[in-house]
């Protein structure tokens, strides 16, 4: 499975990014999707999730209220609609399919794959 991340980039603290990610997956549309983000010297942080049908999402507390995440079926593509970024989330983020088919999204899911990553950098 191959995800092609992009959208990242050198923002401002309060500005907004949207990221996107397309799927070489011909079944696409059977899988959660998602997002997580890695910082020197931090943890990996799952950001948020869609499941298969975009009918349930997960977002990390520190996320909530700020990040919308999406898919569009027909285009193999999931989104990270970023407002009101924070210095703080300045990350290589990374888009992730749990390809284990039909799953609801309650929590962050187990990723299979995932892609090259995109930065985003919030400056103060």
């Known amino acids: 499975v191959q995800l092609q991340a992009s959208g990242g980039g050198l923002v401002q603290a309060g500005d907004s990014l949207k990221l996107s990610c397309k799927a070489a997956?011909?079944?696409?549309?059977?899988?959660?999707m998602g997002w997580f983000r890695q910082a020197p010297g931090r943890e990996r942080e799952d950001v948020a999730a869609?499941?298969?049908?975009?009918?349930?999402?997960y977002y990390a507390d520190s996320v909530k209220g700020r990040f919308t995440i999406s898919r569009d079926n027909a285009k193999n593509t999931v989104y990270l609609q970023m407002n009101s970024l924070k210095p703080e989330d300045t990350a290589v983020y990374y888009c992730?399919?749990?390809?284990?088919?039909?799953?609801?999204?309650?929590?962050?899911?187990?990723?299979?794959?995932w892609g090259q990553g995109t930065q985003v950098t919030v400056s103060s």
């Open positions: 869609v499941s298969w049908s975009g009918g349930s999402t």
């Open positions: 992730a399919i749990d390809h284990r088919p039909f799953r609801v999204v309650t929590t962050s899911p187990v990723y299979d794959y």
């Open positions: 997956e011909r079944t696409f549309s059977n899988y959660a």
